[in-house]
């Protein structure tokens, strides 16, 4: 009975310990739902990614596609040049998402060369 119990409690232990590991996604998940539920929502999704990067590079877990998703909202909303250097981010930290970074990098350029804006 004893020797279950100490099983039991290394175990849970361990399993405490292993849930610290991965991506700090914050509420990335939450606000993407509601952005696409209500596409009103993008200035609350854009502040929300934004403090979820912040937090997630303090601690070294910034997940896949955060660094584009940002990027991509900064495109749409008439900042290319925050846009591509979040993509460049992205490109930076995941090295597979270089084909598909790369195309909307060329965007955001495009775009800021189309409206010769400095943002």
Not at 1 to 18: E, H, K, P, V
Request: hydrophobic share 40%.
């Amino acid at each position: 009975m004893i020797r279950a119990s100490i099983i039991t409690l290394l175990m849970l232990t361990a399993t405490g310990c292993a849930t610290q590991r991965g991506y700090a996604w914050g509420d990335y998940e939450q606000k993407l739902y509601d952005h696409y539920a209500d596409p009103t929502k993008s200035l609350e999704l854009s502040s929300a990614l934004e403090k979820d990067i912040k937090k997630a590079e303090k601690i070294n877990r910034v997940p896949p596609g955060l660094y584009a998703e940002y990027g991509y909202l900064m495109l749409e909303a008439g900042m290319p040049r925050k846009a591509a250097f979040y993509f460049n981010k992205e490109k930076a930290l995941w090295p597979e998402s270089t084909q598909f970074m790369d195309t909307l990098y060329k965007s955001a350029v495009q775009a800021n060369n189309a409206s010769g804006a400095n943002k």
